[in-house]
């Protein structure tokens, strides 16, 4: 695919000295919530309604077949082997030939725009006229570690910035006691390729994702030592701000030195604050039974998407929340059990997080995205498992602005390819920046004298998902 | 215009004819139809019409026009709409009218009128004048030094930045004093502060060559090459693991770095480092020195576990080329890959031309680290073990292959159809690509192979027990075997036949044959196939490290520039091109350039003349005047030296130094981040960096850095006051510090100022004041009762027991026990430990005997054992390890534990002795690949974790208890602890108080107020901008 035309960049160290000398001046920047450019990369007002993200991962693949892409000739054609006229895909563990695996499902359509929608997802249907159904998507990861990495920076291998990092760097931070940009996971697993799924790559590390614990202590190394209260803390900074205040006086023209002593003020109000936003003591018992709290089944993600909604409302710019984290939700074998547990354990709080955040009026702003590295095969694996299927595959959004109700794009009979408005990984990062009121071909980053973007020059925005 | 591409004719009328042809019938056509997408604003495709110069020089498939012939033209066969991929413009095919007028108008030789406004310069091989001119394509220029800069000057790179800086009318700095300068030396060279001796030797040396004596002292040091290294390093993207989703450690990068090292120290040729690193194999494969080098092919990104092996192997050829674009040639070559670049004269033709040098590449892990010499005695003694052997193996293999080989088939079904067929060709028929995907695959079937383990999985209990015969058999022949030969983790080609190297367009694929770039030089290279390789990579380092290539030898001289003052004289160190920035001082590069190359590629003689000369003497203690702060704030003339934030490496070195814990064990296999080793000797984990080198800007590894960045991040800061590696140094400092001026000339190398010493003492004081006033408050009697429990909130919470001795990763643990209860929820109750309850750093590495509560998914009153240790991959590995067998509460037991960590398994049993008769219960239970489990920071504890940590509270009695070093024998243990006659230790309730075990009711008390003080204050100085900055 060709590029696109990009306007001749201004250098990145002109950047730098406008931006008053050194990364650490940037950073700074970002951290009080400025943003680091004259944001001439912002699309008309109108177009921009989400503030925030919250991006719900399910990691290992959920099989779109079975909850959001009904295919009703896939269970006549069950047993069988993918007729001759689909093109044979290449799978991560060699399914191609296997017989066609049917849909144990029952399929109804919901709420006034008639979606289809399996009984896997039973509360999550309840809101079926908020939910834009992207059925065409793809990517170009066949296995985990280069879906996963796919799917979070665009690319196979680690490197490159992920999609919160880039929405960092474009639209900075609401709370500067917060990151930009914060990680939940569902357990103690490490997603697949660990921390560089959430890292800046080439940026610098102010824009990264912070992993926050969903109970105790919420960032690494937020606590004090051992021992130490916060009256010698404050001790310590007190010391730290006069001894490197005398010392910066007379080198005012290194404002690198000042930021620092900044950074080390944020970091000492963000141990005060970050405890806070994670408490959720003050929420009320119907809350946090709307998120599915009260259910062991559902209580963890419930709890995380309380978390996420709580961040939001402080004003964090992008939350991700990972659903089975260390690829759960691969079910190359006994789909049935492993996708009935992780579905359920999703659906209520999910439900809830989309109840919660219009009553409170925050869905407009907010985009909440449902999805994983890639979907299912139609063909089965190990007899009643689906192995990998990134050449179609379902995300769906809701809030931010989409026109929801309705389903996008759509993949082959069988729910094997994606046919009609294909959306790349590419595409799906710039409709998402879209949506955030980025010009994702303006939002650029000059790294080895290269302008980067988020879609190494190959995305396009999906604008109809704005009703455009 | 030009020329003689398009010739015009030559008599007026016609011309005139043709002009108003061109103006009324063709011109409309290419503005209505084709501008919209190839003129100014937008070139779809790499290509413009709005100029001749643009249509013949062409887009990214080539020329678009030639000039005469339609049949040839791609614009022609682009209109026509005849071949299905090439339709322009898409979509909406032109009136057959139009398409005649732009056939007869190329057939008329596509004149085009003179425009001098537009004038655009298209000369040999599509290239405009101005892009043959750009300043980086021209041969390096031998500049003589203006005269400037009067007696300032201290040699030639001092005339060149004067004569720059007094055309602005600025001014120099002074020069630094010998403190600011000591410690800029030092860092720059070693990447350590100088020690206070240090410090004092060179400000005290009357020698009016201190300086000059200093700098050759420090390059003659082998600090020098730990430090300039890691700049080489972070060019190449080293690392020591895959970095893919596994991350496998790779255990034989380490031979690499330390080549590297050696190479800076002994100060070889650069050309001879390039050659080396891009063909070891091809021009000195015996010689093991060299032949290492070659894992600069090797440090890609790469996963064995891929079934889509043929893009990997793509990927990994993309990453070669566009490494090897950037470092060498100062140029990105990454925008070419897909398309003609926009900015710069690459061609995507050169792109894949470059490429083609790699394409034969062949990974070897077949390769020994030896010379031809040790292979040989190697190979002779390895016969003679394996004839003394052979029959034994082939019975062992008679038991296993049936197995093996349907595990292997199982994998190998996984491949498609083509690699499947590659891997069962005979090695010696297979082509160069064949060689390359074959053993891609070939290393996961050897991993499948591999994974069998024939004592868990042969079938029957006969089979086992044969193997097991067989195995010790063959073990009594182990004598005979020669010492395993150092694995090299290198590259050669996979044959002196390349693989294909398509170059693939709309218009159909085209095989590249190396080349380098067109606008530089365009002739093919002189290639000298071997018997086993193409050669082509010894082309490649011949042509990259020609005395006249006017891109590498600029681009390594900038480097090391840059790494002295922080910054290039071309400051986009990688990027030379337009897309970079233009250099400060091109002439001054070239002046070094030259002297350089005609020095014989010398590193350590650029260093003096860089370090010698005035400009890199001034101080960086200078604020802009009102003239720098108009004309060059950003200092690019060099009116004062550059402040500079310490790198990761620094940083965390210099902690080490001044706490006088740096250990300077040089070379051999990586430490552990969090140890006490410089840096670039720690394990490099791609997707585990060290937590904080990672804060500080230490690049993963992933892609090519020419730059650190410095950046300032609440997280950095968090880790800096809370983290306990930083917290650890400050500790050990303050242990040895007698004063506040002490801790300043440690840590800074200088007297505190009287301010700095008032505030600290100021500090000190408040801080020893309010700990004594809150211990005075919270002090607690301590009971006097001895009792037999451990109990919560008593002051026999705990046994802390001291033991020199540990007990590694076999061992037992024997003990007599009663529990009073469990935890109501999912907590554990902790019997013994070694373990402070972290996962995440070397000093957590332990283990902990525990009982389940009543919420445990493990289910209630389980036994059960957590291990945090090293797994085979280097990573920090945590398992619980449940038994499954379930106690009662207030019921009395004796409890054995037997960990074999050699024989990855648990052995739990455990016998009721208030039930008479009661059954032995016991319990095999796998475990990991865990070693190092009594290496990390714990001593053991009984009752509890290291950590006062109240969930995991023993409640109830512990009788006795011993740990045994190894296996313990059934008939060494005893129901009765007063038999106990061997252990680490023995512990006994009812024996005198021993001095090798110690109750807490709490943490190990706190350090004495002063030293606590003096703590945070060694904290605080290690953390401040004054240790961070050289400024």
Redesign the interface.
Known sequence: M????YD??A???EFL?TAG????AV??AA?MGEQTQAAPFRLPQRAARAKSVIFLFMEGGPSHLDTFDYKPLLNKLAGQSLPASFKTP?????EAKSPLLECKRTWKQHGQGGLWISDWFPHVAGHADDLAVIRSCASSG?????GVCSMNTGS????RPSLGAWASYGLGTENRNL?AFVVIKDSEATV?????NW?AG?M???YQG?EFHSDGTP?????????VDR???R???D??G???R???A?????T??E??????E??YQ??AEAPGAVDLSGETALTKKLYGMDHAETATFGRNCLLARRLVESGVRFVQLYSGAGSKWDSHDGIEAKHSKLCHSVDKPIAGLLTDLKARGLLDETLVIWGGEFGRTPMSEKGDGRDHNPTGFTLWMAGGGVQGGQAYGSTDDLGLYAVEDRLHVHDIHATILHLLGIDHTRLIY?H????ERIDQNEGHPYTKLLGA | MASAATPLLAVDDARRLAETFFEREVRPVLVNRCHECHSG??????LRVDHIGYLTAGG?TGPALVAGKPEESALIEAVRHTNEDFQMPPYKKLPDAEIAILEKWIKMGAPWPEDAAKKVVVTEGGFTQEQRGYWFFQPVAKAPPPQAGGTWVRNDIDRFIAEKRDALKLTPAAEADRHELVRRVYFDLHGLPPTRQQIDAFVNDKDPRAYEKLVNELLASPRYGERWAQHWLDLVRYAESD?????AYRPFAWPYRDYVIRSFNDDKPYDQFVREQLAGDEIAPDDPDVLIATAFLRHP?Y?YN???VRGQWD?ILTDMTDTAG?LFLGL?M??AR??NH??DPILQKDYYRLRAFFTPVHWRDDLKLVTPAEKQAFDEQQAKWEAATAAIRVKMDALTKPQIDSRVNVWR????EDLQAMTFKPADQRDALEKQLGGLCERQLDFARASFDPMKELKSDEAKAEYKALKAELGKFDHLKPKPLPEAFVASDAGPEAPSNLLKTRRGDQEMEPGFLSIVDPNPPKLTPTKTSTGRRTALAEWITRADNQLSTRVIVNRVWQYHFGRGIV??A??F?T???KPTHPELLDHLTTKFVAGGWRFKALHREIMLSATYRQTA?R??DETAAKVD??NRLLWRFN?R?LDAEQVRDAMLAVSGELDLTAGGTASDGNGTRRAIYTRKK???PN?LL??L?MP?G???I?ER???????????L????WV?ARARRLASQMKSVDDVWLTVLGRQPTD??RA??DA?IK??VG?VKAASASTEVAESNDPGMGFHFNSAHERLLVQSSEKEGDDFTVEAIVKLDSVDVNAELRTLVSRWDGGK?SLESFGWSIDVTGQKSRYKPRNILMQLVGEDENANIGYQVVASDIHVEVGCRYHLVVRVAGARHSITFTVRDLDTPGAAVQSAVVPMDRLSKLSQGASPIVLGGLS?RTPTRQWDGQIEALRIVAGHAADNALNTDSEKWNAGLFIWRAADPPNSQFAWSGA?PK?DDPLL?AMT??C???L????F??L?
Not at chain 1, 156 to 159: D, E, Q, S, V, Y
Not at chain 1, 448 to 451: D, Q
Not at chain 2, 413 to 416: I, Q
Not at chain 2, 709 to 719: C, D, G, H, V
């Open positions: 060709p590029c696109h035309r001749r960049p250098s990145r160290r000295q000398g050194g990364f650490g950073a700074l951290l290449l799978t991560a563990a060699g066949i296995n985990h570690a280069g196979l291998f680690g490197g990151p697949v390729n660990g921390v560089r890292g080439f610098p590390a102010v912070v960032i690494k190394y937020l606590d004090n030592p051992k021992g009256r010698e803390q001790d310590k900074l010391l730290l006069a001894l490197d005398d010392f910066n007379s080198r005012a023209s290194n690198e030195l930021a620092r002593i900044r950074g080390f944020l970091a963000m141990q000059h080895m004298g290269r302008p | 604003t937008k070139q779809k495709g790499g990214d970095g893919y989703n596994q991350d990104v996963e891929l079934r889509d990927l950037e990105s990454g925008c897909c398309h926009k900015f079904a996984s491949f498609t400051s986009s990688s990027e091109g897309l970079g920035e203690r604020e802009p704030p950003s402040p934030r791609r997707n585990s937590d990672l804060a800007d993963a992933f892609t090519s020419a960045q410095s950046t300032t991040t609440p997280t950095q800061a968090l880790q006051l809370n983290g306990d917290l301010k700095e505030t600290a500090f408040r801080r309010m995440a950590k943490d706190e606590k945070g204050l904290q605080v100085l953390t401040s901008n004054q961070f900055y400024h």
